[in-house]
Structures are given as C-alpha cells and as structure tokens.
C-alpha cells in the first residue's frame, strides 16, 4: 500500500467516525523550548492543559515532524527517520482508553477492502504502562492474549514532550517481523523485530521540571482527560511494503535510485555505501520540508540542523563518488514524490531549489579549502607525536572557515585522531554569548500563559492604530507579576489589556510604540506592548499617577512621534528590502529585520561580501525610491491572491487566510505586512546605509538610519572629516590624495629601515669571523645572535659568514633571541663536511638546552627553541662536540 493511501485510510476511518480533519501544523510553530514539531499533538498542547478552548471535541491530522535527535542513527538502522508523518486521533475531554484502543485496533486489523490496512492480528502486540489493568483489560476483549501484552515502566510507557506539559501513561502496538529478525520475547526483548507503530497516549496528567524520560514530577490532574496517539506513517509504510526498512519505501527508495544514477555506485553492495545513500534519501526529504516551511541554512538554531542536513547529503554523495552538484536533482526527486499531499513543494519549487542548492555551492567551496587545512592540522598534530586536534584548531576551522565541526570530528576518526571537543564547546559557548539574542522568544518563552486564558477566549484586542493614535478603551484586566490583580497604584509595574488600542505591539521586526493609558487623576506610561497568542495586546506599563481599576474607561495615545519615527523605520526597511533584490536578485530573500523610529535592520541570505558598489546602488536605490514620492497603498485581500500578485511572504511566519498587504511604488515594493508606514515615500526621508556584516554563514545585515537620524549620521560624518582635513592641512576633498601619499611614504621608510637593520646584521659577520676558533682542522662559529633578528634573516647571515671561510673547512651556529623564541641555523661547508660534520647532528648538541628540534641536510639544518636561558649551555654544548668529532 503506498504512503498516499495509507495517510489517507487514517483520516477517513477517524472522520467517519465523528472526528474534525485538521491540516498539519507547519514544522515551526511559536514554542521557543521545541525546535520543531516532533508530534502530532504539538499544535493541540493548549487545549490539553486547558489554556484554550477547543473549537471540536475530538480531531485527526498527519503532522509532519522532524526529529534530528537520533541523526547519527540515521540509514545505520531499519527505523531512523529526520522527517516521518504522525497520524493521529485526538479527545479534548471527550473520548477515551476504550474508544482508542478500539479506533487503532480496527484500522489496523480490518481487511484492505474495508478500508483497513489487513495486519495480521496474530502478528500485533499491545504494551501497557505497569499499572494499567484498565487498558489491559480492554486489550483482553479485542482478543489480543495475555502473553501478548507486556507492562513496560515509566521510561517506555509513560509519555511527555520531554519539556513540562501535558503527559500520562501509554500503551503502544508493535508488530511482530518473525524469528528471522531478531530472538522472541516481545517488544521488552527486542525493538528491531517487534516495530512500534502505534502509541496511544492517555493524557491525563501535567508534568513538571525533569532530568529524563522517567525522572520528573507529576505536578498533578489536567483539566479533564484527553486522548492523544500518533501512528508511524513510514513505519506502516514500510511493514506493508514488505521492503527492508523506512529508506526502501515508496518515498524514498526513488531518491536512493537518483543517487546511484548520480554517483554510479549501486545501492546494496556495502553496508558502508548502503549509509551514505540512505542518509542522502533521509536528509534530503527532511532538508526539502524544512525549507517549504521556511528554514534557511544558518549558524544555530533551526537553520544549523538543515544546514546540517544539507552538508551531509553534500559529504555522502561525495564519498559515494559524485563528482558534481547533486543538490538540485534530488530536490526535484523530493518534491515529485512528496508534492501529492504537500502540494506547497511543487509550487515553491523555485525557492527550496535555490535555497538548498546556494548551501550545496557554498559548502563545496568550504569543503576544498576546509578539507586542506584540516588534512595540514592532522599532519601537525601527528608530526608533533599527538592524537588529539585541539579545541582551538577546532574552533578556527569551524569559525574562520566554516568547516563544521561534526565534520572535523568525521574526518579526525578517520585519520584516526581525536578532537578536545570539550575545549571547542567552551571556545563556542563563549562566542554564542556574544552573539545577538533573541529578544522576542525570550519575553515570554518561560511565562505561564494560563492567566491570560480566558482573555485569549475572549477575542482579540481590536487594533485601533491604523487610523487614529488616541482611543477610548475599556481595562479588560490587569496584571502583575503574572496574577490578576483588580486595581494598580502609583509605581506599580503592570500589564494592562484593553478591548481596543491604537497602540503598535511589536512584530513583523517592528518595536512596540511608545505611550500612554490616561483619565482623569490617572496616568500610566506604556513602555512596551506584546502580544499574546497572537491577538491580545498586552501593555507593560508603569502607573505614574492615580489609580487604575479594572473595568475603568481610559484614553490609550500612541506617541504621535514615536510612531512617526517607526513609521518612517519601517517603510525605510521595504525600501531597502527592494533595493536590495533589485540589485542582488531574488536569492536575497529575508531572513530578519528590525526597525524602530530613526534605525533599520535587514537580514537576508547571502554568501560572501556585499561589495562597495552593491552596497551604494542599495543606497541610491532606496533613496531613489524616497525621491520618487510613491504613494504608500494598504489593503487586505487573501493569501493566494497576494501571492498571485507577487507580494513577499516572510516564510515561517503563519498567515491566516486574509492577509495585508503594502504597496510602495506599485511592483517596486509589495509585501505581506501588519505595520505602520507613512503614507507617501518622501516622508521616510534620507536612507543612510551603515554598512554590512554577517551574522553566521550565509546570512547578512544591513543596518541604516532613517529621517532626521540620517542627516545626524552624515553630521557627524562630516565632522569627521573636517577634523581630518585640518590635521593634514588639506582641504576635505585633496584628505584621500594627502593619506595616500602618507601611505606610500610610509611604506618606503619602513623598506628603508628593513634594509639599515639587515645591513647592521650583516656587518657583524666580519666579527664573527675574525673571533672563529680553531678546533682540530676545523673552524667554528658558535654564537648568540644579536637580538631581535628573525629566523630568515638569521640564515641570511649564517649564509654570509660561512662565504667568508671560502675553501677552509668551517661549521656555523648561530642561536637567535626574538619573541621568546630560539630561532637557530646551523651550517657546515663543504670542507668540514668532508671531514664528518652535518649541521642536522649537531642540533642534538644543543637542542635539549634551549628546548628546540628541528632539522635538516648535512649542509644547512634549521628550527626554534622555546627557552632562550639555555643559550649559553646550549653553545657550550656544540663546542664540546665539535671537539670530540675533531678527535
Ligand atoms: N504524542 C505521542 C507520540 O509522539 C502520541 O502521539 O508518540
């Protein structure tokens, strides 16, 4: 049966039976504790704890899920998949135990022609959390026998999203595969011949804080009992194809075939290769999926997982020989077999395309110059007798050149050296500290929402600021330190909903305006405005004067000049969001921004620097733009209709169906857009682009002032210069002239000096000779070199005395003093090494005084010591062997 058809039976057998069919969550949904969406019941999570009220009493979906948990497992076992599709049947307070066993045990046991999926029910066994003689009991009357059923403890049969939440205890149906894979003894005895393929999770509970699977607290009842199972679509899949495991199913087997066409392996020869094109047919699919719903490759987060992904489809199809791009083939393998029921990878073909193939060119680029330097790291790791590449060396290669760091350690095990991983993570949890946080996941990441249930119930703030800034509105409640609380005072913090506000809650990169709530004796200020659940207007206020009661009639203002400050950032940023496609092309796509009155921020993947030029054709673009006084259009039409019309999107954003769109200038500028923006372009004023930056691979900023803020800028700017100008004596425009003749200078005097230094060092060669002693027949030179005189210029001199001896046999040592070190140069003539001398062994004399190695021919040996004190004892030490090699 194909995976079409076995998604498809799921929903009709639970529909038919009374069940809502809801559409699949998208895989990123707004919970800064989950990456991605890793379970069917993720989207219902309020419903279970109570929080929301559900618009049905029971639902059935196939969720796409993603789990990156386990991906070093993936292609190693029969079972790993990064993406796979949960269906799932649901009860709000509604059904439960009996009702879901019975749901899972007719469609799976009921012929094929009734619309079952026809499992031998010989073949099925049930597991039981270790109390649970309630659901045993019912799995005796489906007639499954006892010795079929076994109780498993907390970490096998108790269920949680590993995070507080919703949990309870489960009982899963495994299929039997038969002796020939695996010993007897039920799922408790082996997993790989018993396959899980269904979990009925009987949602009761709420958990708390934990460490593991069985160590948290049960923090007590949920509101009411709740149904919640998930069956393994490619699991199913993959029992009923009769293939070996989840990689040889109808939805993927394709992808292994494209990769032998690609790389001309064959697929079953090693289990090696075998890996390597599974981990392909995985990844790809998953890399597929999460770009659809609006990953970009990045440097944390989300984005690292696909880039991840996408590197190690790179890496695999290279070990299995493919010499060329591969990306953009198996994208289109993907998306033909995945399209029927997410027809979204057909339509934005183009932009997974281009997204996972601009990785793809960019890692290749990365793998050669990585690749190198990793092998001269290996090579210096082992010439110095180690097995370990330092966390440092790490660090750089991941930092400086983007190799990654799962690849280093990939390549290390091969080279058969280690990685002091713990030493990179430390190096990279110090960069991660500095680096740009999340503000908005953070403000309410760990908040207890309940208390805003029944206000989120209510409806959504209605949003009064497109029109007017000041609104009369009703205090709905009022909220500190997250309670109700009926009345503030005076220098109290407190959150204030309202029925209606003109006052902007910050999102879509725009900040929250600034403010005030005000009647008669009362006046709070609103220093920010946050949305919950996406619809009601929370007001973190401070009440300077009065009181607020709940159920007061207020004035709530925006600041009219704040909000003409953010009005002016944010229209400044779609003007540089078309500049910018304008000039580098629709793979610029967006992958941030942030504005507030006088500031704009805009990022957007891209590899490699922009240049001067781009960046001044962004520049006069946007501020063309402004010249050109288009008029600001909004209007609000429906999300296939705005795309038809070629507004942008930000991906990962969840539109509802109807959609706001602004138009600035007709097709120069159309985007889907809840902000404020002026109404005409001239009134963002002067766009002054800062400059630009990278924020992780692959993705840039640009960063620019708006309005009054920009001419403050070039003020500034131009003071600059003035100041410049006077301290070089020049007028401003002969400043850049003036310092490049400074340049130049400067570079001649430094030369000259070069050339005075090299000069005096080669004037003491004479008195090196003159002080030469004689040892047996041979000449030698032993001395400390004057200091500060680096390794090349030591050899130059080295060089130069031993000329001196001509003919005569002569050897010459020459320890130097520079930075610490002991760079030295040993050289014996041809005379001298006739009689026995070579420069290499008497590095031995002298090494182990100045802790130094180092080697070389008998003519010339060469390296640097660390301990410049045993320079003396050092010299010594050659003198000594000359004499005894001189008999
Ligand atoms: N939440 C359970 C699981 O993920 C059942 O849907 O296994």
Redesign the pocket.
Known sequence: MQTHEIRRRFLDHFVRAGHTEVPSASLILADPNLLFVN???VQFVPFFLGQQTPPYATATSVQKCVRTGDIENVGITTRHNTFFQ?A?NFSFGDYFKREAITFAWSLLTNSVEDGGYGFDPEKLWATVYLDDDEAEQIWLSMGVPAERIQRRGMADNY?SMGIPGPCGP?SEIYYDRGPEYGIEGGPEADEDRYIEIW?L?FMQNERGAGTSKDDFEILGPLPKKNI???MGVERVAFLLQGVDNVYETDLLRPIIDKAEELTGRSYGVTHEDDVRFRVIADHARTGAMLIADGVNPGNDGRGYVLRRLLRRIVRSARLLGAEKPVMGEFMKVVSDLMSPSYPELATDFRRIETVAVGEETAFLKTLNTGSTLFDNTAAAVKAKGSNTIAGTDAFTLHDTYGFPIDLTLEMAAEAGLSVDEDGFRSLMAEQRKRAKDDAQARKHAHADLTVYKELVDRGATEFTGFDELTSEAHVLALIADGVRVPVATVGQDVEVILDRSPLYAESGGQIADRGSITANGLKLRVNDVQKIAKKVWVHKSTVEQGQVTEGDVVLAQADPAWRRGATQGHSGTHMVHAALRQILGPNAVQAGSMNKPGYLRFDFNWQGQLSEQQKSEIEAVSNDAVGADFPVNTFVTDLTKAKEMGAMALFGENYGDEVRVVEIGGPFSMELCGGTHVQHSSQIGPITVLGESSVGSGIRRVEAFVGLDSYKYLAKERALLAGLASSLKVPSDEVPARVEQLVDRLKVAEKELERTKMAAVLSSAGKFVEEAERIGSVLLVAVAAPEGVPAGDLRTLATDIRGRFGTLPAVVVLLGNADGKVPFVVTVNKGAQELGFKAGDLVGAFGPSIAGRGGGKPEMAQGAGSDPSGIPTGLAAVRARVAELAG
Do not use: E, K, R, S
């Open positions: 379970a069917g019941m949960m799932g269920w489960c979990n999770v919640d199972t998930g």
